[in-house]
Nanobody, 126 residues
Framework: QVQLVESGGGLVQAGGSLRLSCAASGRTFNAMAWFRQAPGKEREFVVVIGRNLRYTTYADSVKGRFAISRDNIKTTVYLQMNSLKPEDTAVYYC?????????????????????WGQGTQVTVSS
C-alpha cells in the first residue's frame, strides 16, 4: 500500500526557513510534487521534481526561495523553504504521480497525481 507521510511544518517568522520532508512507501514515482492550500483558497501547485533529478518545475511565486530535492534511494522528497512570507502560510501536501510533465499546466494539475499525503501546516508570522 502506498503512503506519503509529510513532516517538518511549523511556525516561523517572516524571512525564516523551514524544511519539509515527504517519505513515500510502497514504490518509486516518476513525479513527486508539493502543493499547498490556504484557508478559503484552492489547492495551489508549488513545485514538482522528476525521477531524473534534473527535471524540476516551480511556481513563479516560490522561484528563487524554495528548492526541491529528492533521494531516490530513500524515496523521500524535500522542500527547503527560505525567505518565507506570510502569504506562504498554508497546509502543504506532498503528491506523487506516474508521469513527469514538462508542460507547466500539466505539472500543476492535481488530477495528474495519484497519491497524496495528509498535509503539514506551515504558518509564517509577520
Amino acid at each position: 500500500q502506498v503512503q506519503l507521510v509529510e513532516s517538518g511544518g511549523g511556525l516561523v517568522q517572516a524571512g525564516g526557513s523551514l524544511r519539509l520532508s515527504c517519505a513515500a512507501s510502497g514504490r518509486t514515482f516518476n513525479a513527486m510534487a508539493w502543493f499547498r492550500q490556504a484557508p478559503g483558497k484552492e489547492r495551489e501547485f508549488v513545485v514538482v521534481i522528476g525521477r531524473n533529478l534534473r527535471y524540476t518545475t516551480y511556481a513563479d511565486s516560490v522561484k528563487g526561495r524554495f528548492a526541491i530535492s529528492r533521494d531516490n534511494i530513500k524515496t523521500t522528497v524535500y522542500l527547503q523553504m527560505n525567505s518565507l512570507k506570510p502569504e506562504d502560510t498554508a497546509v502543504y501536501y506532498c503528491a506523487a504521480g506516474p508521469t513527469y510533465y514538462s508542460d507547466y499546466q500539466e505539472s500543476a494539475r492535481p488530477a495528474n497525481y495519484n497519491y497524496w499525503g495528509q498535509g503539514t501546516q506551515v504558518t509564517v508570522s509577520s
